[in-house]
């Protein structure tokens, strides 16, 4: 099946490699409140909306990019992990991958509903934070475990 948006197979392995060390990084700054001297930066930003400062649409911001650098990173690597070819790509893996990836958008908005309904103040913002990731890592998890339970059928077959 030809199948022109994903990803070559060799991405999977790419995107594992930058997952693990970028969302242990990840985590790791986020207990620690880590920020390097090293990545106070002046940046572009859309806009600048400081909270006792300036509005504006345009402009530039000094800030520490490391939390920008790393959230790419974890969204890149897990695009790559989501959305490479398996193996062997036929009908019925992208079949599996269409369910999960409805799945993944049902549960992942279930989720935020709840959120919305029992979740207040600065714990909600860090659900939001959270929900940028986990509709690819619902995806993911699901995607995988629907591949091992078929192959675990197949070997019953034979």
């Avoid at 242990?24 to 700054?29: P, S």
């Avoid at 959230?71 to 690597?77: A, K, M, R, T």
């Avoid at 279930?110 to 959120?115: D, E």
């Amino acid at each position: 099946m030809k199948t022109n948006y994903l990803f070559p197979n060799q991405f999977k392995i790419i995107g594992y490699a930058m997952l693990i060390p970028s969302a242990i990084i990840g985590v790791t700054i986020l207990i620690k409140n880590y920020e390097p001297e090293l990545f106070n930066l002046n940046v572009p930003a859309i806009f600048i909306d400081e909270v006792f400062g300036k509005q504006e649409l345009l402009g530039m911001v000094n800030t520490n990019i490391l939390n920008e650098i790393i959230g790419v990173l974890v969204i890149l690597s897990l695009l790559f992990v989501a959305f490479s070819k398996e193996k062997q790509e036929d009908e019925y893996i992208s079949k599996i991958r269409l369910e999960s990836l409805v799945w993944a958008v049902y549960v992942n908005y279930a989720v935020l509903l709840l959120a919305i309904l029992f979740v207040f103040g600065i714990s909600f913002l860090w659900i939001m934070i959270f929900n940028m990731f986990t509709i690819l890592l619902f995806f993911i998890i699901r995607f995988n475990w629907q591949i091992f339970n078929l192959k675990k059928s197949m070997q019953y077959d034979q």
